[in-house]
């Protein structure tokens, strides 16, 4: 089907730790990830994506790693503040579909200082 | 530059009314989508428009909702016989080309609670 999983829904972390985010897709020949952050009554925005020809992507405390053969990815947070605090959905192309991207359910991540 | 605009930010119309949500993408961008998000839940794909192409419209949730797109600029969403459950945020985004690979921007929504 087109489902990505998305895992957990809610997470809950104290500052400075880390958080990990984890989801599946179903179609092997996907070739683009990105993940979105959606602050409280905010739109979402792309914070970091990865390309099927890497295994991991990394922007400051924010990294991205990619397992082809196991078809998931996952948003790795390190040293997690406050202002993380958010929504944050994974997406991938549906199978055959590669002109749109499918979300996932989403995680809720709160960070408690 | 400027991003992607919506319009009315919100709406409260009654059961069994029409209503059209609008969009204004990124200039120069080809590719518009848009999305239902109900409280608390994820990003919900309704339909796509690429340039001059016919609209991908498989996320549509029934016949009460259409879509229609002028070449690559304002895109409006009707709904028809609005029903309760149709209450949640309308998001549009636009991306430089199709976004199997391209970064969607998205508009601040529009939030339609049907009464």
């Known amino acids: 089907g087109e489902n990505v999983e998305q895992h957990p829904s809610t997470l809950s972390v104290q500052e400075g730790d880390s958080a990990v985010i984890k989801c599946t897709y179903s179609?092997?020949?996907?070739?683009?990830f990105p993940w979105y952050k959606q602050e409280l009554g905010k739109r979402p925005q792309l914070i970091i994506d990865?390309?099927?020809?890497?295994g991991e992507k990394k922007d400051q405390r924010i990294a991205v790693t990619l397992n082809k053969t196991a078809k998931h990815f996952s948003l790795h947070i390190t040293e997690t503040q406050p202002e993380d605090s958010a929504v944050y959905f994974c997406?991938?192309?549906?199978?055959?579909?590669?002109?749109?991207?499918?979300f996932g359910a989403g995680t809720r991540l709160a960070v408690h200082p | 530059g400027a991003g992607v605009s919506q319009s009315p930010s919100n709406k409260v119309t009654e059961k069994g009314k029409d209503v059209e949500l609008r969009c204004d993408p990124i200039s120069g961008h080809t590719a518009l989508y848009w999305y239902r998000q109900r409280l608390g839940q994820g990003l919900e794909f309704l339909i796509y428009f690429q340039g001059n192409s016919a609209p991908d419209k498989s996320g549509l949730p029934s016949d009460r909702f259409s879509a229609e797109r002028t070449g690559e600029s304002v895109s409006t969403l009707t709904i028809q016989r609005t029903q309760q459950e149709d209450s949640a945020v309308y998001l549009c985004?636009?991306?430089?080309?199709?976004?199997?690979?391209?970064?969607?921007?998205f508009g601040p929504g529009t939030r339609l609670t049907v009464t």
């Open positions: 985004a636009s991306s430089p080309r199709p976004s199997g690979g391209a970064q969607q921007y």
């Open positions: 179609d092997s020949a996907s070739n683009y």
């Open positions: 990865i390309r099927s020809n890497v």
């Open positions: 997406a991938a192309p549906p199978p055959g579909g590669y002109n749109k991207l499918i």
